[in-house]
């Protein structure tokens, strides 16, 4: 059971920690005090842990190829429903949503790019606002929260207290989404998965198991191209 793993270290970290990437990297959380030497024998110890991360089917599986070409009928998600998606001959300059997607035939050539401005915007009204209630109701404090763009990571927390969303969760349902964002608050608590991690997480949301089984059964779907 050979892996390589990478070794990133920070002095404002305390503990050491071990994360399995969603593209398979194995990637260890030092404070620069720590001698590799420790660190070897950290990884060690969690051997049989990281060899299940790696080869977890669902969570690892590579994304699937870019979608075709739009057309009347398809359909995309958002907030975790499928919607009807209406190419129609506009002026306008801008995608609209009214129970539907309606896209200018303009966009069709580069609607990926179209498509994911669109969820990204979608993304900072409907997730940035909830990261701060819910650090309120955390009673935690962090310097930035960002969509970002990261096909391997839902959310991250970083040694600087800044909170990253990948847009993609626009699309899951709003529990889900939820629960990513207390689970990197909860890190401003808990840096490493620990039982007192796992109990704030639940105790703020009673659907979390719900929530971590929709993203393994449905996690490849977010990440599918229009």
Not at 118 to 125: D, L, M, N, P, S
Not at 126 to 152: E, M, S, T
Not at 188 to 194: I, R, V
Request: some cysteine; aromatic content about 10%.
């Amino acid at each position: 059971m050979e892996f390589e793993y990478e070794i990133r270290r920070s002095e404002k970290r305390r503990k050491l920690t071990i994360t399995v990437e969603r593209d398979r990297s194995v990637v260890v959380h030092a404070p620069v005090e720590v001698s590799d030497e420790k660190i070897r024998e950290v990884v060690d110890a969690k051997r049989f842990w990281i060899f299940e991360k790696l080869h977890h089917v669902q969570k690892y599986t590579p994304p699937p190829p870019p979608g075709k070409e739009l057309v009347n009928g398809e359909a995309a998600l958002y907030l975790g429903r499928s919607y009807r998606i209406e190419v129609v001959d506009a002026v306008t300059q801008e995608i609209r949503f009214d129970h539907r997607f309606i896209i200018p035939k303009s966009y069709i050539s580069r609607r990926k790019a179209v498509l994911r401005d669109w969820y990204r915007e979608r993304a900072k009204e409907v997730i940035l606002p909830r990261v701060r209630r819910f650090a309120a109701r955390l009673g935690v404090d962090f310097k930035h929260a960002r969509i970002v763009d990261n096909r391997y990571r839902w959310g991250s927390c970083t040694v600087k207290d800044n909170v990253n969303f990948n847009w993609r969760l626009i699309k899951a349902p709003m529990f889900v989404i939820d629960y990513v964002i207390i689970h990197e608050l909860a890190h401003l608590l808990e840096s490493n998965h620990t039982p007192r991690f796992w109990n704030i997480i639940s105790a703020q949301t009673p659907t979390m198991e719900k929530a971590r089984a929709w993203l393994r059964e449905n996690g490849q779907i977010l990440e599918e191209d229009i």
